[in-house]
Nanobody
Framework: QVRLVESGGGLVQAGGSLRLSCAASGRALSTYTLGWFRQAPGKERDIVAVITWGGSAYYEDSVKGRFTISRDNAENTVLLQMNSLRPEDTAVYFC???????????????WGQGIQVTVSS
C-alpha cells in the first residue's frame, strides 16, 4: 500500500508562487508515473502535470511555462513549483501515483488527501 501526503499549499496573491510537495511511504515510487491534479468547487478533478519514472513531463495547457513538476526518487517525493499564480488556479490539489503515463484520473491507483491552494486577485 502507498500513502501520499501533500504539503505546501495555502493562500497567495495573484502573481505569487507556491511549491507543493508530496511525500510517499509504504513503497518506492521510482517506477510509477506521478501526477498532480486539481479540483475546483463544482468541477471535475483535472490533470495539472504528470511525470514518468524516466522524467518525461506533461503539462495542462493553462499551466505551461508557469508550473514545473519534478521528482526525487531517492526521497520518494514529487514536487510542483507553481509560479505566476492566477485566481483560476484556486483548487484543491492532489498528488497521485499510477502504473502508466496517463492524463486520466482513472489510471492512478494511489491518491493523497488533497491540499488547498487559494490565489487571491
Amino acid at each position: 500500500q502507498v500513502r501520499l501526503v501533500e504539503s505546501g499549499g495555502g493562500l497567495v496573491q495573484a502573481g505569487g508562487s507556491l511549491r507543493l510537495s508530496c511525500a510517499a511511504s509504504g513503497r518506492a515510487l521510482s517506477t510509477y508515473t506521478l501526477g498532480w491534479f486539481r479540483q475546483a468547487p463544482g468541477k471535475e478533478r483535472d490533470i495539472v502535470a504528470v511525470i514518468t519514472w524516466g522524467g518525461s513531463a506533461y503539462y495542462e495547457d493553462s499551466v505551461k511555462g508557469r508550473f514545473t513538476i519534478s521528482r526525487d526518487n531517492a526521497e520518494n517525493t514529487v514536487l510542483l513549483q507553481m509560479n505566476s499564480l492566477r485566481p483560476e488556479d484556486t483548487a484543491v490539489y492532489f498528488c497521485a501515483a499510477g502504473g502508466i503515463f496517463s492524463r486520466s484520473v482513472k489510471n492512478y491507483s494511489y491518491w493523497g488527501q488533497g491540499i488547498q491552494v487559494t490565489v487571491s486577485s
